[in-house]
């Protein structure tokens, strides 16, 4: 199964592991799309498209496609939409720097950042007078408001919402933790509801060039440290504050996760009895200085750390 979608289907019993905790949401509802174009690399060759939505998408393995393809000009744009996540795709095949001696191709991720979340699909009256809320999402801003599907939105603040796309537009101005008016039709009565914005993590995916090569457990300089059978994995890395974190066991054992600074002071620990699988969640330092973190993990008697860069914008 495609990497990206086991993010998003997964989000139903991840945690955020945060010092500034985001809204763990349940997942309603998710949406997919993904666009591929592919052609032989010569000028005169003709480009084939091939358009996926929404379970076709996420059924999709493009790290396969890019590696079967791997000679092949490729263009990829896609989008993954949850309640509890955004992952954004763009990969072009004429961007990626070939390394020597590395022939794989693999995911890599960009970027990681928590933006405002409405939690609503809308659709636009004939009339342009607002947006109806077509869908709500459990634990999202309007459902903590006390909307309802039906409703019509008509204002977002001091923005005037005539159609879905105003609404994005508007949205796209408010910060997290804003507190925002909005205005909403009901019965034919209008009301008015001040919003605090909650948010979600909207992640951003490229794919590139890796190479297949063990890091000594004891390197703290590493983003990803192996063993035989266990990986820790931290990205992005350098982060603005939220980055994601990525354990793998083979075998069982007892299993704790830490964040400390320089000085060795743990800012948040969680722990996990009989862990063996595959572990994904969130780490939220925005709210620490710029400097030098490191995530540590401890699973049967055996101790990964990797070094995470916060840099301030």
């Known amino acids: 199964m495609n990497k990206i979608y086991t993010l998003i289907s997964t989000l139903s019993f991840l945690f955020i592991f945060s010092i500034n905790p985001l809204s763990a949401q349940e997942i309603e509802f998710s949406s ?4 591929i174009s592919h052609k032989e690399k010569t000028n ?3 480009a084939e498209y091939i358009r996926l939505y929404d379970k076709e998408a996420t059924d999709f393995d493009i790290t396969a496609f890019l590696n079967a393809n791997i000679d092949k000009d490729v263009w990829i744009n896609g989008r993954f939409t949850s309640n509890g996540e ?13 390394i020597d001696d590395c022939g794989k191709i693999c995911e890599q ?3 990681v950042e928590k933006v405002p979340f409405l939690g609503v699909s809308t659709i636009g009256e004939q009339n342009f007078d607002g947006v109806l809320v077509e869908t709500l999402v459990a634990g999202g801003t309007a459902s903590e408001l006390g909307l309802q599907q039906g409703d019509m939105i008509t204002q977002l ?6 159609t879905s796309c105003d609404l994005t537009i508007a949205m796209n101005e408010i910060q997290i933790d804003d507190l925002i008016d909005i205005t909403y039709v009901r019965k034919g009565k209008t009301k008015t509801k001040k919003a605090n914005f909650g948010a979600r993590v909207k992640k951003q995916v490229t794919f590139g060039y890796c190479c297949e090569t063990e890091i000594a457990i004891t390197e703290l300089e590493a983003t990803e440290q192996v063993s035989n059978d266990a990986v820790l994995n931290t990205n992005p890395n350098p982060t603005t504050g939220v980055s994601q974190i990525e354990f793998s066991a083979e075998t069982n054992g007892n299993l704790t996760l830490t964040v400390t600074d320089l000085t060795g002071k743990e800012l948040n620990r969680k722990e996990y009895n009989d862990f063996q699988g595959y572990h994904n969640e969130y780490i939220d330092l925005s709210d620490q200085p710029q400097g030098i973190y490191f995530i ?6 055996r101790t990964f750390v990797n070094k995470v860069v916060v840099q301030k914008p």
């Open 296 to 301: 540590n993990a401890v699973h049967a008697d």
């Open 86 to 98: 955004i992952v954004e795709i763009k990969y072009n095949s004429k961007d990626v720097a070939d």
């Open 157 to 162: 603040g001091s923005a005037e919402i005539g």
């Open 32 to 35: 997919a799309r993904l666009t």
């Open 44 to 46: 005169n060759s003709k």
């Open 109 to 111: 991720t960009l970027l």
